[in-house]
């Protein structure tokens, strides 16, 4: 499979999503893009790794986020170790971003917060 080189999220707030992802992720540069119908930030990591933020003028002002719609159930962020998800909830806790407690699965472990818009972001540990 190829490398992921990009992920856009259609969000309420491309500013307000950049700056939380941006607090919590590090090392990013911010790119502001617009298009007729649309306004889009992105972080860009140094490997070339894309996270867009797009808010589409069409999107009624009452939609919001649903991980039971189809689409986008949640993102994943891959950690090498359970002491690197435990220091995940440790910066998030430090930053202030509520997030649930590290999960101790028979498959991992895992650490969940939402950003601005609902959507869910684990890191995850595979076990073994």
Known sequence: MPPLNHL???V???ARSAEWYQALLSEAT???REGPTW???RLQWPDGLVLGFTRHR???ESDHFDHARVGLDHIGLGCASEAEVRSWA???SALGVEHGPVEDVP???AVT???PDGIAVEFFCLRG
Do not use: N
């Open 8 to 10: 856009t999220l259609t």
């Open 12 to 14: 309420t707030d491309p």
């Open 30 to 32: 911010i790119i502001e």
């Open 39 to 41: 306004q889009r930030k």
């Open 58 to 60: 069409e999107t009624p």
């Open 90 to 92: 440790d910066r998030m």
């Open 107 to 109: 498959y991992g472990w």
């Open 113 to 115: 917060a939402r950003d």
